[in-house]
């Protein structure tokens, strides 16, 4: 396990972004994740002091995970 392995390669999150042949629901939840965030209709509302922020990173969050999982199934992590 290396030092950095916490950090993601945005040049393989990039090329897997911009590619057609690639999967496109990883995709399409990301950019459901960031129309969310900045929709000003919350499934909690953003008065809620703390509670309606944790929909909104916890949403951005769970997109970008799947995202690197897609990325890192089709190019391994470099060592």
Same mark, same amino acid.
């Given at each position: 396990? !290396?030092?950095?392995s916490?950090? +993601?390669d945005?040049? !393989?999150?990039?090329?897997?972004l911009?590619? +057609?042949?690639?999967?496109?629901?990883?995709?399409a939840?990301? /950019?459901?994740?960031?129309?969310?965030?900045?929709w000003p209709?919350?499934l909690?509302p953003d008065i809620? +002091?703390l509670?309606?922020?944790l929909d909104?990173?916890?949403f951005l969050?769970?997109?970008?995970w /799947?995202?690197?999982r897609a990325v !890192?199934k089709?190019? +391994?992590?470099?060592?």
């Amino acid at each position: 396990m !290396s030092r950095n392995s916490f950090i +993601p390669d945005w040049r !393989s999150i990039w090329r897997y972004l911009k590619d +057609p042949k690639t999967n496109w629901k990883p995709k399409a939840l990301l /950019v459901i994740a960031l129309v969310y965030l900045l929709w000003p209709i919350d499934l909690l509302p953003d008065i809620l +002091p703390l509670m309606g922020w944790l929909d909104d990173i916890g949403f951005l969050t769970i997109a970008g995970w /799947v995202l690197i999982r897609a990325v !890192s199934k089709i190019a +391994p992590p470099k060592e």
